[in-house]
């Protein structure tokens, strides 16, 4: 494993950390996972107003958006069954990139198309901000921007392409951070057009009987 590049404090970042077989492999896995929890459209609380990606999950927990707000669940909210399980390639990602954190609870997946974006948001539906937010990268490449803890404070952006590890943690994990375009015909990974997204997290507080040693 290369040593990453901290690119604020806390925000680490490793470029090229699968390498193409290794995105093939984990693209495989997640065709599996999306064949038994479809990709579905969130919709943002309030106003109603569909996401431009689209999303699932796995992992014991799911994040879900819809009128009544953001939230983790247990479900599909659509098929009603409970997300798959991890696949052993995000299991193993996590544990070598994201420390000594506690074991991940939900990933979720965004499925950008040519048009999609992500606007500058922080991860905070989470219990356990002490954990961090591992980032992995499929496809076509992003334009990502990532600022301080307030929305005004000044961002850089970086590319993030296919096969790239991202880490929020510590004084980033609050960070404003969003997707600006895509660059599309980047990457022959997928079969159509378009970028994956998988964000790994921690969701509830870890018992102390549940802390590694
Ligand atoms: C994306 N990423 O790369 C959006 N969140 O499509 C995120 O929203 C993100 O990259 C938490 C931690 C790392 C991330
Ligand atoms: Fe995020």
């Given at each position: 494993?290369n040593?990453?590049?901290?690119?604020?404090?806390?925000c680490?970042?490793?470029?090229g950390?699968?390498?193409?077989?290794?995105?093939?492999?984990?693209?495989?896995?997640?065709?599996?996972?999306?064949?038994?929890?479809?990709?579905?459209?969130?919709?943002?609380?309030?106003?109603?107003?569909?996401?431009?990606?689209?999303?699932?999950?796995?992992g014991?927990?799911g994040?879900?958006?819809?009128?009544?707000?953001y939230?983790?669940?247990?479900?599909?909210?659509?098929?009603?069954?409970?997300?798959?399980?991890?696949?052993?390639?995000?299991?193993?990602?996590?544990?070598?990139?994201?420390?000594r954190?506690?074991?991940?609870?939900?990933?979720?997946?965004?499925?950008?198309?040519?048009?999609?974006?992500?606007?500058l948001?922080?991860?905070?539906?989470?219990?356990?901000?002490?954990?961090?937010?591992?980032?992995?990268?499929?496809?076509?490449?992003?334009?990502?921007?990532?600022?301080?803890t307030?929305?005004s404070?000044?961002?850089?952006?970086?590319?993030?392409?296919?096969?790239?590890?991202?880490?929020?943690?510590?004084?980033?994990?609050?960070?404003?951070?969003?997707?600006?375009?895509?660059?599309?015909?980047?990457?022959?990974?997928?079969?159509q057009?378009?970028?994956?997204?998988?964000?790994?997290?921690?969701?509830?507080q870890?018992?102390?009987?549940?802390?590694?040693?």
């Open positions: 494993m040593s990453p590049v901290a690119i604020v404090p806390g680490l970042y490793w470029p950390w699968l390498d193409r077989e290794g995105q093939e492999a984990l693209a495989e896995e997640l065709r599996h996972v999306l064949a038994e929890a479809p990709l579905f459209t969130p919709l943002m609380p309030r106003t109603g107003k569909p996401f431009s990606v689209r999303m699932s999950n796995c014991p927990l994040w879900v958006s819809d009128v009544g707000g939230r983790y669940q247990e479900t599909h909210p659509e098929t009603g069954r409970p997300w798959p399980p991890f696949p052993p390639m995000l299991s193993r990602a996590w544990e070598e990139l994201a420390g954190a506690p074991a991940p609870e939900a990933c979720l997946i965004n499925w950008y198309g040519p048009q999609a974006r992500m606007g948001h922080q991860d905070r539906d989470e219990e356990e901000f002490s954990a961090p937010v591992l980032s992995l990268s499929l496809g076509d490449t992003a334009l990502f921007r990532i600022g301080g307030t929305r404070d000044p961002t850089r952006s970086l590319r993030l392409a296919s096969g790239d590890a991202l880490l929020l943690s510590g004084p980033a994990r609050l960070a404003f951070h969003g997707i600006d375009r895509l660059y599309p015909g980047t990457s022959t990974l997928l079969k057009p378009g970028r994956i997204n998988l964000t790994l997290r921690r969701v509830r870890a018992g102390a009987g549940e802390i590694r040693p």
